[in-house]
């Protein structure tokens, strides 16, 4: 056990270098083509005083770009780690148990998160990920992250705003009770 779980270690070290030297260099490239843009925009702003018209189009075209680039090296970094998590994740829940299995894009339903009594305001938007479940036994376990977030109404900007987060575990242990157990982690 002791040989996998360095195996393991090396393995998920040379990943976790080869994801640090990505996130570097998508970040450099996002930063070199910020200052190229802002080069450009500062250039074009000083020539904008003979061209105004095409001045004004290439600006708004370079500030497209520049979101453009933003989101996606956003996507980038996202893809990063989720690729991280489905290689890392599986592998290390193996070493615990052969019957746990890992789904990054799945986890509680709404209606199972309601039954569980853990949260009881209203839901505007409800998102659940990073399952875990297994058998084991006759008893059937889940594990996943949960987000909750409720519309509000700021300065007549309409956003969600998280009301609930944290990592819900549900047990069946195929047998009646006649009543619940909770248990709740408080982070101040």
């Known amino acids: 056990m002791e ?16 994801i640090k030297n990505s996130k570097k260099r998508i970040n450099i490239r996002f930063i070199i083509l910020s200052i190229l843009f802002m080069l450009f925009a500062i250039y074009l702003t000083y020539e904008a005083f003979s061209y105004k018209d095409e001045a004004e189009y290439l600006l708004h075209m370079g500030l497209g770009m520049c979101i453009l680039l933003y989101f996606q090296r956003v ?10 998590k489905q290689s890392v994740v599986p592998e290390l829940l193996s070493l615990i148990n052969s019957n746990l299995t890992y789904t990054t ?8 998160f309601k039954k569980a009594e853990v949260y009881d ?7 659940s990920s990073d399952l875990i479940q297994a058998i084991i036994g006759k008893t059937s376990m889940k594990i996943s992250y949960i987000l909750v977030e409720n519309r509000g109404n700021y300065n007549n900007i309409v956003a969600y705003v998280p009301a ?3 990592t819900l575990v549900t047990l069946d242990f195929n047998k009646y009770f006649t009543g619940k157990t909770k248990i709740y982690t408080m982070v101040f």
């Open 3 to 18: 040989d996998k779980v360095e195996e393991i270690y090396r393995k998920f070290s040379t990943l976790e270098e080869d």
């Open 75 to 84: 996507y980038s970094i996202r893809e990063l780690n989720s690729k991280y």
């Open 105 to 112: 894009q799945a986890g509680h339903t709404e209606d199972e």
């Open 121 to 127: 305001d209203r839901i505007d938007k409800y998102s």
């Open 164 to 166: 609930y987060t944290g």
